[in-house]
């Protein structure tokens, strides 16, 4: 029997909105557990809401796959996928984020530290 998919970001669980989004990425479950480092059964739990995760390991695939911990959540405020939006509207911070996307989780920590280090600037 093949499964209902759901399209409703809100109405999928965690594991699910993680493994949308890292598939949206174009990540896969290797990749993901290298950038997070655990093990890629990890991630195929965590996708299947077989175990719990902590906080921080939280945060860190929501920032390996450019999204905030609240949409991984509870599918809060996701513009692409709820509203319809001007296409011109957030140019910069789409183009932003596909560079983000490309670097390594190394790359993105650095880049993130040296943005907080200018924004004190």
């Not at 390991?57 to 001007?86: F, K, Y």
Request: negative net charge.
């Amino acid at each position: 029997m093949k499964r209902m998919e759901i399209t409703n970001i809100r109405e999928m669980t965690l594991g699910g909105r993680i493994r949308y989004f890292r598939r949206q990425a174009g990540i896969s479950q290797e990749s993901l557990a290298a950038e997070i480092l655990v093990t890629k059964q990890s991630v195929s739990q965590y996708e299947h809401d077989e175990t719990d995760m902590r906080v921080s390991a939280l945060e860190t695939i929501a920032c390996v796959l450019g999204v905030s911990v609240g949409t991984l959540v509870d599918g809060e405020r996701v513009p692409e996928l709820n509203d319809e939006v001007n296409l011109t509207e957030g140019f910069e911070e789409d183009e932003m984020l596909n560079l983000f996307r490309q670097w390594s989780g190394r790359d993105r920590k650095i880049m993130i530290e040296q943005m907080k280090a200018f924004l004190k600037f």
